[in-house]
């Protein structure tokens, strides 16, 4: 069973940074697996951030490019989302996912917050 896990949101201030942390399990030969970073803000529809390939290749979101940074570590199936100059438009549940046998998976989402 495929599970993905997010953790690392909380309330900042703008211009401060947060790391966010999503654990995969349940996928054989995960680090072959995209991961991506998806997030909903109130009152909009879900929007992609970013997304890292199994090879290493990232893909950014134009209104996140030079802030935020993804990163896997697949010895331990992790990906991060290392976010930096937050703005209070980066406010927003944060959703880890991955696609496995052409069937979409998504966390439980976490939540960031930014104060101006």
């Known amino acids: 069973q495929v599970q993905l896990v997010e953790s690392g949101g909380g309330l900042v201030q703008a211009g401060e940074s947060l790391r966010l942390s999503c654990a995969a399990s349940?996928?054989?030969?995960?680090?072959?697996?995209?991961m991506a970073w998806y997030r909903q803000a109130p009152g909009k529809q879900r929007e992609w951030v970013a997304t890292?390939?199994?090879?290493?290749?990232?893909d950014y979101a134009d209104s996140v490019k030079g802030r935020f940074t993804i990163s896997r570590y697949n010895a331990k199936n992790m990906v991060y989302l290392q976010m930096n100059s937050l703005k209070p438009g980066d406010t927003a549940v944060y959703y880890c996912?991955?696609?496995?046998?052409?069937?979409?998976?998504w966390g439980q989402g976490t939540q960031v917050t930014v104060s101006s």
């Open positions: 890292i390939t199994g090879g290493g290749i990232t």
């Open positions: 996912n991955t696609q496995y046998f052409s069937r979409d998976y």
């Open positions: 349940g996928i054989i030969g995960s680090r072959l697996n995209a």
